[in-house]
């Protein structure tokens, strides 16, 4: 029986989840659409005053990695752009991208090609 390679994180090609509206601003900032559906978010949308879309704005760095997914770059070719994009002051990066990543995929807003 064939032992399974382990997968690295690393070669995993990121996808965004097109349930996601984003925008561009004029900076080249990405900002997240989310639209708080259901009965829980509709019922804090009348008591809480809570908003029917809430927005997640990215930084800088955040904007830039976005941008970069397109379902066919994997972690180490965004991280190579990343690099040649902020220099020294993206390291560390492939440990940075991880966590974006990571919180990424947790949020729901990307996943990872099969």
Not at 51 to 63: A, Q, T
Request: aromatic share 12%; charged share 30%; with cysteine.
């Amino acid at each position: 029986m064939a032992k399974k390679q382990a997968e690295n994180y690393l070669e995993k090609i990121p996808v965004l989840n097109e349930k996601f509206r984003w925008t561009e601003n004029d900076d080249g900032l990405v900002t997240i659409e989310i639209d708080n559906k259901g009965f829980f978010n509709r019922l804090l949308q009348r008591i809480a005053k809570k908003p029917k879309v809430s927005y997640i704005h990215l930084d800088e760095n955040g904007s830039f990695v976005w941008k970069c997914v397109d379902g066919e770059k994997d972690i180490i070719r965004i991280g190579e752009l990343v690099s040649d994009h902020f220099g020294d002051a993206a390291n560390p990066v492939y440990e940075r991208l991880t966590q974006f990543f990571a919180m990424l995929d947790a949020s729901g807003f990307i996943s990872f090609k099969k």
